[in-house]
């Protein structure tokens, strides 16, 4: 459910200008198609064959040579790699476990009937090979045993990110600075320079909403990217509001910035400090969890004044890189100008 029609988001950030200039420099890729790719540092949906280490990554300008021990790693039904069981036929044509079950038992080269031979030859071949991470064009200069490599790209901080707009299930995956552009560009998401932040969320009949994402706001500050998230949904049977930051980058970059938000009226605030989470992390994931500001209803329209049949919510908050004292190892704040 979309109520971004309904909202009004006033922001006091300062420096437009100086965010403009920051994003004019960003790449402008068209959206990949499925299964398919395009230029740029953008991957499409869909598995590649695994001769193509990077084959998955669109339009690289740099793609390794294909060899006949990666050609015959490859299956011919998923073209994904294969990884023991190889299973055979009897004229010798191999394919993955999970595609045997899908062929029912039948070659898919020659329709001969399968059984349970297994390709141990190649097998061994496998276990013989050192590749490059598929995402080394991407920056990872790893070089792993065959086997061992899969698991490594699966947790490879090199590997794309995905969209962190929450309104709409977005497939798109990329770099920073391709999703940048993506939010600015596709979702229309407001980009704001500054690490302090003010924005007032109206709704005229808030009652209406249930598991409603309302916002995305993405801020620049410390030459990184973060995403404000601004939404309601049901906390069990009580409708709640959730405030919370994620990061535009790795988990471990994150833990060097903290954060916090504040929303208060008629001599009463509530106030939540804490780290953002990465954008690895799902939004879902993250809201979920409770990692955020959570109000309760009844007390956002406390907060709201007048006759509380109107939600006027003003969430104010700064972010701030945290330093380690050379002296005592103690993090101490920095804070932006």
């Known amino acids: 459910m979309d109520l971004l029609d309904s909202i009004e988001c006033v922001s006091s950030s300062d420096g437009l200008e100086e965010e403009e200039a920051a994003l004019a420099h960003l790449p402008r ?3 990949p198609k499925s299964g398919g790719g395009a230029a740029g540092n953008v991957l499409g949906g869909g598995g590649g064959a695994n001769g193509a280490a990077a084959g998955a990554i669109a339009g690289s300008p740099m793609m390794p040579p294909a060899t006949s021990v990666h050609e015959l790693l490859e299956c011919p039904v998923c073209t994904n790699s294969m990884y023991p069981p190889i299973h055979q036929c009897q004229n010798g044509h191999t394919l993955c476990s999970t595609c ?9 080269t020659c329709r001969q009937e399968l059984g349970d031979i297994r390709c141990l030859a190649l097998e061994k071949v496998a276990e013989s090979l050192e590749l490059p991470c598929k995402y ?3 920056g990872c200069p790893e070089i792993f045993p065959y086997y061992s490599k899969l698991k490594h790209e699966s947790q490879c901080n090199f590997r794309p990110y995905n969209c962190p707009y929450a309104g ?3 497939s798109i995956i990329g770099d920073i600075p391709f999703l940048v552009a ?7 998401v407001d980009m704001h320079s500054g690490c302090t932040f003010n924005h007032r969320y109206v709704k005229s009949n808030p009652r209406e909403v249930e598991n409603a994402t309302w916002m995305l706001t993405v801020f620049h500050c410390f030459g990184q990217y973060f995403c404000l998230h601004f939404e309601a949904f049901q906390l069990g049977n009580a409708p709640v509001y959730m405030a919370f930051l994620r990061f535009m980058g790795d988990e471990n970059e994150a833990r060097n910035y903290s954060y916090s938000l504040e929303v208060g009226a008629n001599g009463r605030k509530m106030v939540w400090e804490g780290t953002p989470r990465s954008i690895r992390d799902s939004h879902r994931k993250v809201r979920d969890s409770h990692d955020g500001l959570i109000i309760q209803r009844n007390m956002a ?3 709201s004044g007048g006759d509380r049949k109107e939600l006027k919510l003003r969430v104010t908050g700064r972010i701030w890189k945290e330093q380690p004292n050379p002296d005592g190892g103690v993090c101490i704040p920095n804070l932006c100008s």
């Open 29 to 31: 890729h068209p959206y």
């Open 100 to 108: 045997k079950s899908r062929v029912h038992n039948r070659c898919p």
């Open 136 to 138: 080394y064009t991407l």
């Open 168 to 170: 709409s299930e977005c």
């Open 182 to 188: 993506h939010l600015r560009d596709d979702h229309k």
């Open 301 to 303: 329209l406390f907060f």
